[in-house]
């Protein structure tokens, strides 16, 4: 069974562009959220989806958003890069089969180095 | 607000020892508590975890343990190995179905040979 699988693995971006990141889930599972990983801060949640509505939102500016597709599949998208914005971007799912399925898969990330 | 302090931030120990690791949380609401391993270029693997119900769970070499009035869990690895190397973070989450978990700031373990 495939896990987690992000893409691109690495992005070099300028300040201002904006990128979109990609995040498909492990087959089954509906939950698809989103953490920001650096040295200073640790992980930092961002936001998480269900069912293609986001159920949750983390402390970050309006420059970051995202959205669920029908196949669980989600995208990130940061809007006016900023050079703070360079982190390790990590996408986790979550099966949710039931109201006690808590266990959280992560994949390997997308290491984002704003210019 | 809701935080997790995890201590120490690095952990250095010979090959064969023990290593632990201590989380506290600030949210007594708190029922999930998962730790995860991350290995260089990788995302965190989750590793073991315990539900509030419970004081203790064991897997191999691996335990966790919580205490629920001091709201402290704690991560041991026995019998360390070369292979254990890594850091390794904790988490607390509220509930079921809510995706917020708050994290501690991690360890880094390294185990020498």
């Known amino acids: 069974k495939a896990g987690v699988t992000q893409t691109p693995r690495y992005l070099i971006k300028t300040r201002g562009q904006q990128v979109t990141l990609s995040c498909s889930p492990i087959?089954?599972?509906?939950?698809v959220s989103w953490y920001q990983q650096t040295p200073g801060q640790g992980l930092q949640f961002l936001f998480e989806?269900?069912?293609?509505?986001?159920?949750n939102k983390g402390n970050f500016p309006g420059r970051f958003s995202g959205r669920q597709f029908s196949n669980s599949r989600s995208e990130m998208n940061v809007s006016t890069l900023e050079l703070g914005d360079s982190a390790l971007y990590l996408c986790?799912?979550?099966?949710?089969?039931?109201?006690?399925?808590?266990?959280?898969?992560f994949g390997s990330g997308t290491q984002l180095s704003v210019l | 607000g809701e935080n997790v302090e995890q201590h120490p931030s690095t952990l250095s120990v010979q090959e064969g020892d023990s290593a632990v690791i201590k989380c506290t949380y600030s949210?007594?609401?708190?029922?999930?508590f998962p730790w995860y391993k991350q290995e260089l270029g990788k995302g965190p693997q989750l590793i073991i975890d315990?539900?509030?119900?419970?004081g203790e769970k064991k897997d191999q070499r691996i335990a966790v343990t919580l205490n629920k009035t001091a709201k402290h869990f704690s991560l041991h690895i026995t019998e360390t190995q070369p292979e254990d190397s890594a850091v390794y973070f904790c988490?607390?989450?509220?509930?079921?179905?809510?995706?917020?978990?708050?994290f501690g700031t991690g360890t880094r373990l390294k185990v020498l040979a």
């Open positions: 986790a799912s979550k099966r949710e089969a039931s109201n006690i399925d808590e266990k959280l898969f």
């Open positions: 087959s089954g599972h509906r939950s």
């Open positions: 989806y269900f069912s293609e509505t986001q159920r």
């Open positions: 949210d007594s609401a708190s029922n999930y």
């Open positions: 315990i539900r509030s119900n419970v």
């Open positions: 988490a607390a989450s509220k509930m079921a179905g809510t995706y917020k978990y708050i």
